[in-house]
Structures are given as C-alpha cells and as structure tokens.
Nanobody, 115 residues
C-alpha cells in the first residue's frame, strides 16, 4: 500500500507560479513512475506530467515550457513547478504513483488561476 499526500495548491493570478508537492509513504520504495494529472469541472482527468524513477520526463503539450516535474527518491516526493500560470490551468491536481501491479492516487489539490 502507498499513501500519497499532495500540498501546494491555491488561488493565484495569471502569470504567477505555484509548486505542488506529493509525498509518498508506505511501500514507496517499489514505486516506478510518478506523475501529476488534473481534472477541470466537467472534464476528464488528463495527464500533466510524468517522471520515471530514473528521471525521464514527459509533459502534456499544453504545459511544456511552463511546468517542470521533478522527483526526490530519497524523500519519496514528486514536485510540480508551475510557472506562467493561465486561467485554463485551473483544475484539481492529482498525484499518481505506479507500482508493478497497482496504481495509487492522492486526494487532489485545487489550483485556481484568475485573470
């Protein structure tokens, strides 16, 4: 079992920055990929960024050049640095951790960007 706890969401103005954190506990040493997804009201949950245990990253086109995902394996924590935020980035952001046979989700953290 893995528990994921997100933090760092909030209400910001367009152009501002936020940094999300997700700390994993439990059997976290067996985690492979970690990622961030987001879900806006009335929309499906979409991938924002993912990072492998070795540090290989992948981003949604809509956030490339603005968001950076990073990971500290010693702390079992994944981060999402979000710069140049736009109103369309408004969503609940969920942390995700993939193990060999299981996928875990955090409870989500709200990010609201106003213009």
């Amino acid at each position: 079992q893995v528990q994921l706890v997100e933090s760092g969401g909030g209400l910001v103005q367009a152009g501002d920055s936020l940094r999300l954190s997700c700390a994993a506990s439990g059997s976290s040493s067996s985690i492979y990929d970690m990622g961030w997804y987001r879900q806006a009201p009335g929309k499906q949950r979409d991938l924002v960024a993912v990072i492998t245990r070795g540090g290989v990253t992948n981003y949604a086109d809509s956030v490339k050049g603005r968001f950076t995902i990073s990971r500290d394996n010693t702390k079992n924590t994944v981060y999402l640095q979000m710069n140049s935020l736009k109103p369309e980035d408004t969503a609940v952001y969920y942390c995700n951790a993939e193990m060999r046979f299981s996928v875990y989700w955090g409870q989500g953290t709200q990010v609201t960007v106003y213009s």
